[in-house]
């Protein structure tokens, strides 16, 4: 992508002229890599601003090149899959670059889903935590249609609470 199309196609999206200069910044090959992800995918400047954070720190870390990072399975995968729309798609990069820069947080999220799927929970409970482990906490969701299944299901999460997996995810969500 030359210096010109990423100038067209950041004054169409109305970029600020310093996410154009970090951009061209960049070498060449890395620079190509991001904008065809941005074409691809059309990118808005908020979201090709968090992608350059995450790139350029991974990058810099790991001693590698964005358009290494940007060519990898994970990445891949996700452009190519047909079932995903264009913002989800945009979305599960993301995800996938934070992932990628923040290695312990993402082994923290993975370890706190695996205890959280042993709890064996009704599908009705739904139990998760927010993204990033912001602010430490566990939210739980459900629903039931009547009395009998309200009270069967606080029964389930009763029991569920005072197993020994729930001190276990809380420890792991306060660090």
């Known amino acids: 992508m030359s210096e010109n199309e990423i100038c067209t196609y950041a004054r169409e999206k109305g970029f600020h002229q310093g996410t154009v200069d970090r951009w061209l910044g960049w070498e060449e090959m890395d620079r190509d890599a991001l904008g065809d992800l941005a074409l691809r995918l059309r990118i808005g400047e908020n979201h090709l601003r968090d992608m350059m954070d995450c790139l350029e720190e991974i990058a810099l870390r790991d001693h590698t090149t964005i358009h290494q990072i940007l060519s990898t399975k994970a990445v891949h995968d996700r452009m190519s899959d047909p079932r995903l729309g264009r913002a989800d798609k945009v979305k599960q990069i993301k995800e996938q670059l934070r992932r990628l820069r923040f290695p312990r947080l993402a082994e923290t999220e993975n370890e706190i889903r695996s205890r959280i799927l042993s709890m ?33 299901l606080t029964a389930r999460l009763q029991e569920a609470a005072e197993s020994s997996l729930v001190p276990e995810i809380f420890a792991l969500l306060g660090g």
């Open 120 to 152: 064996n929970l009704h599908p009705e409970i739904r139990v998760s935590v927010p993204a990033g482990l912001e602010g430490g906490r566990l939210y739980v969701e459900f629903s039931a249609v009547s009395a009998l299944e309200l009270r069967a």
